[in-house]
Nanobody, 115 residues
Framework: QVQVVESGGGLVQPGGSLRLSCAASGRTFYKMGWFRQAPGKEREFVAAIRGSGGATDYAAFVKDRFTISRDNAKNTVYLQMNSLKPEDTAVYYC??????????WGQGTLVTVSE
């Protein structure tokens, strides 16, 4: 059975950092990524990592602040988030898939950036 489970969300002050983790089980995936959904907004792409070489893609609004990485031995992907802003407040979802669309999704972890 395939499972994708996020962890690491929480409350952080503006300018702070947080690291999200996503552990996949049941199979390995060509690509894993992070999406987020803020209150009242549609879910949006944040970052993804793919292939054995670990090529990465980022949304423009997180580039140079967020870093996605992957531990293939643990089948786990991380999202290091620095210089967090209030507008980064959202539920962050991990997704995993093959060459096509992301097939498997986690339940999400809430990140709140506030004083």
């Amino acid at each position: 059975q395939v499972q994708v489970v996020e962890s690491g969300g929480g409350l952080v002050q503006p300018g702070g950092s947080l690291r999200l983790s996503c552990a996949a089980s049941g199979r390995t995936f060509y690509k894993m990524g992070w999406f987020r959904q803020a209150p009242g907004k549609e879910r949006e792409f944040v970052a993804a990592i793919r292939g054995s070489g670990g090529a990465t893609d980022y949304a423009a609004f997180v580039k140079d602040r967020f870093t996605i990485s992957r531990d293939n031995a643990k089948n786990t992907v991380y999202l290091q988030m620095n210089s967090l802003k209030p507008e980064d407040t959202a539920v962050y979802y991990c997704a995993a898939g093959g060459l096509g669309e992301f097939e498997y999704w986690g339940q999400g972890t809430l990140v709140t950036v506030s004083e």
